[in-house]
């Protein structure tokens, strides 16, 4: 099975993480430092706070905004569920705007007419967390514009996208460096750009909310007197100032991401030259490959192609999905959309609610796309999707 993703190890993580396992710490040592230090350097944004997933740091970004119960978090429907469990996760209650159906992110457009009827509600958003779907960035300058118009924070999701940018008055803006939002969020899962195991990031420019973040993925507990409610006793003393949770990164994990961040550059090189190459053999079929704009650089977390809607009849989804599973190309579908979910039906939801990322759902394909990605597996891949077509 040629798999959609997977992680890509060499000689040289595999030594820093022997490193560490020789070393006398396991947790709370010096790589965990390291590597939020090497991720700043990364960016350009002034603080990183790791965590073990990007589900933790979504949740923990959301509780440095203070969201609670009574506010209103707004995400894409064309996402992880962790994009919108973080809110629910602290009380608040989550809403969708529908995607742009050339990008699959958020719509700017449906996003501002939102605002404007919600405001005449007065339901507006605390927070908005757009998702950097495959690696492709949302239009932040605009959202930006719009969090000052309307007076909400933003947190990008951008599990997918470490190491893509954009142009803003011709200058490169990384995501991650946070120019246009409060906290970006990064994903080191086996299936992204680079990986600790499970890990996450959040990033962010301002001071206080990396205190925060750093408090409440550690139990809730600061060894920082500058921090304390009351006295310190000693400098043994700690205390417990939020009720926080056990979601620090470990250093093995900071480790493998040390040696992982080291190549980042190759990764990305890697990726965009198997999504150029397909779109050099796919752009003839009926089928869209992925859209993309001069000033823009995604990197390629996932390449995902939607069949057009004259396809030939019987030539749909279901039925390419089955022929390239049945060959042996590990093809998956991102996403479901979220409101479709049970859990969200039940808060009340209901399908038709965001009908173009309904839409982009039933036709889209994600293929395989990573550095391990050999010539003659991608030649197959495509071979057997212009057989399909025949």
Not at 84 to 90: E, G, K, R, S, T
Not at 106 to 114: F, G, Q, S, T, V
Not at 132 to 137: A, D, L, N, T, V
Request: glycine share 6%; with cysteine.
């Amino acid at each position: 099975m040629i798999p959609y993703s997977r992680q890509n190890i060499n000689t040289e993580d595999i030594k820093s993480v022997k490193k560490v396992l020789r070393s006398d710490f396991l947790t709370q040592g010096s790589f965990v430092p390291k590597f939020e230090d090497l991720l700043v350097k990364f960016t350009g944004a002034k603080y990183s706070v790791t965590a073990n997933s990007a589900t933790s740091a979504l949740h923990i970004a959301c509780l440095a905004l203070e969201v609670k119960k009574g506010d209103i978090v707004w995400t894409s429907p064309n996402t992880f569920v962790a994009s919108a469990n973080c809110a629910l996760y602290c009380g608040a209650d989550v809403d969708f705007v529908d995607i742009n159906p050339l990008t699959y992110n958020i719509c700017i457009d449906r996003l501002e007419a939102k605002l404007i009827q919600s405001k005449k509600l007065n339901k507006l958003p605390k927070v908005i967390i757009p998702v950097h779907f495959s690696g492709y960035p949302c239009d932040m300058p605009k959202i930006y514009k719009l969090s000052k118009k309307y007076n909400f924070k933003i947190i990008e999701d951008a599990s997918h996208a470490i190491g893509s940018k954009y142009k803003h008055f011709k200058k490169d803006i990384k995501i991650g460096s946070c120019k246009h939002s409060h906290i970006s969020i990064f994903s080191f899962h086996p299936v992204k750009i680079i990986t600790t195991g499970e890990g996450g990031a959040a990033l962010t420019n301002n001071k206080k909310l990396a205190s925060k973040m750093k408090i409440y993925r550690t139990n809730g507990i600061t060894r920082n007197q500058k921090e304390m409610v009351k006295k310190s006793e000693g400098p043994w003393y700690y205390q417990q100032i939020y009720l926080g949770f056990n979601y620090r990164l470990n250093d093995i994990e900071a480790a493998l991401g040390i040696s992982q961040l080291r190549r980042i550059k190759y990764f990305l090189t890697r990726r965009n030259k198997i999504a150029k190459y397909y779109d050099s053999h796919l752009k003839n079929l009926p089928l869209n490959i992925p859209f993309r704009k001069k000033g823009v650089y995604s990197s390629y977390h996932l390449y995902v192609i939607t069949l057009k809607d004259n396809a030939i009849k019987g030539k749909n989804q279901s039925n390419l999905f089955k022929k390239l599973k049945k060959n042996g190309i590990g093809v998956n579908i991102h996403y479901i959309p979220v409101h479709t979910q049970p859990h969200y039906q039940s808060l009340g939801f209901k399908e038709g609610d965001f009908p173009v990322s309904e839409s982009y759902y039933k036709k889209a394909i994600s293929l395989p796309i990573h550095p391990g990605l050999s010539s003659k597996e991608q030649d197959f891949i495509i071979t057997n999707i212009q057989n399909f077509f025949l």
